[in-house]
């Protein structure tokens, strides 16, 4: 077992403090307790340098993008058109024109279901998901299934989450157009096999998007090495701006794809008998877009550069392997979601209390935590409860925060088991 000690003791370059620090939301009391946040697969605390980024665009450079000829404008569009360029290479591409900014990973997803799926996809053609994904991942392929006659298949999930090669084998076919899938499961924490099932699924002639919302904050992604079609992610998970997230595409099918809304900026000239589309990117980011937001975004990226994203992985690991021997001593605490490659969600039960009672008496401990389906309703009753508690792990967090939690549980078990 890691001794609580070891994990900071290896990290004798002080990295971790010096993150601590770096966030601000971290230091306060919740209901007169520290806070202890285990929250972050649902949203990221933001470091300062995203927050200064952010005002900084507004108290500088607070102008409209790509339209004014004003030195505020051109200020703007440059930070805008710059965050692009750093968050393209942050996932693994150089082409400006395949990176499309979005609200989030759900926008993005529905903007390919729409624009590219809908007009394509016919009676006979098969889309191909997992047992365990976001509703994000699922609505939008009902939604092209009813309207198209396609046919939605779904990759059966093992009771321990995870998602067998075999399994995506058996449901691929060369009926199979479109695969989506997690990269990472939110609500279990299960690293998917991502690039080999994009070579099985490329085979019989299928794209493939993957869903990278939880990957991103905590392994390096580079979609040239996973060779997929599509991906996409929040920037509120990935230590950056709510309201802000991204489309990586293929440059040949975003071109061969129809605008997903329609409008100001994604034009090149309009009469009132015809339209002429812009290029790429700006085809698919019709109004003005979260321009501070986009800013933020580039600021969390560097600041996730600067600490690493395999030092991040690596103390994670740790925490997470912590956390795993901590709780599993407490009587009538069940792990939901045991894969042996995964990230740090720790998703359990205890027995004889309602997940929410959990969230409600850890509140009050100043202990946050995600209590429910999690949005992913599926996995969840796959696994044979209706809810969990979900404590997930950023790179802030620490073996504090994890002894807490465990005191937090014994705690509920006292008040309720
Ligand atoms: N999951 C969670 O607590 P948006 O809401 O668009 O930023 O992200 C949607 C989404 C898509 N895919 C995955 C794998 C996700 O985890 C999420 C968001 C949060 O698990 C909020 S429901």
Same mark, same amino acid.
């Given at each position: ?31 007169? $307790? ?160 991502? $690039? ?129 021997? $901590?709780?599993? $001593? ?88």
């Amino acid at each position: 077992m890691t001794a609580p000690v070891s994990i900071l003791h290896e990290d004798n370059t002080g990295t971790h403090a010096r993150i601590r620090n770096d966030f601000p939301a971290l230091h306060q009391r919740v209901n007169g $307790k520290r806070l202890v946040y285990l929250d972050s697969a649902a949203t990221a605390f933001k470091p300062r340098c995203v927050i200064e980024a952010v005002r900084d665009v507004w108290e500088r450079d607070c102008a409209n993008i790509h339209r004014g000829v004003h030195t505020l404008s051109q200020r703007a569009t440059q930070r805008y058109e710059d965050a692009r360029v750093k968050i393209g290479r942050f996932i693994g591409t150089d082409d400006r024109r395949e990176l499309v900014f979005v609200r989030g990973a759900t926008e993005a997803i529905n903007l390919v279901a729409h624009s590219y799926a809908l007009p394509r996809l016919g009676l006979g053609d098969e889309i191909v998901i997992t047992g365990l994904e976001h509703h994000a991942n699922i609505v939008p392929w009902q939604v092209v299934r009813d309207r198209t006659g396609a046919t939605l298949k779904v990759v059966p999930v093992s009771i321990s989450g995870e998602v067998a090669l075999s399994a995506v084998e058996q449901q691929l076919s060369s009926k199979t157009k479109i695969v989506a899938l997690a990269h990472v499961s939110n609500a279990l924490g299960t690293i998917l096999r991502v $690039k080999e099932i994009v070579n099985r699924a490329h085979a019989l002639g299928a794209v493939v998007l993957v869903d990278g919302a939880q990957a991103v904050p905590h392994l390096p992604v580079n979609v040239m090495d996973l060779g997929c079609d599509f991906y996409v992610f929040s920037g509120h998970k990935l230590y950056g701006p709510d309201g802000t997230g991204v489309l990586f595409a293929r440059r040949e099918l975003l071109e061969s794809m129809v605008p997903y809304q329609t409008g100001g900026d994604m034009i090149l000239s309009v009469t009132f008998e015809k339209t002429l589309y812009n290029e790429l990117p700006a085809r698919f980011e019709a109004g003005t877009p979260n321009i501070s937001g986009a800013v933020g975004l580039a600021a969390a990226i560097d600041f996730i550069s600067d600490v690493g994203l395999e030092w991040i992985f690596r103390h994670e690991q740790l925490l997470l392997k912590f956390a795993q021997e $901590k709780l599993s $001593k407490i009587e009538g605490l069940r792990f939901i979601g045991t894969a042996s490659d995964k990230v740090g969600v720790i998703s359990f039960v205890l027995e004889g209390v309602h997940a929410h009672d959990i969230g409600t008496i850890l509140d009050a401990e100043g202990i946050a935590i995600r209590t429910g389906h999690h949005c992913a309703q599926p996995v969840v009753e796959r696994m044979g409860v209706a809810a969990t508690a979900r404590a997930s792990l950023g790179m802030y967090n620490d073996e504090s925060d994890i002894v807490a939690l465990a005191e937090g549980i014994q705690r509920v078990k006292q008040m309720l088991g």
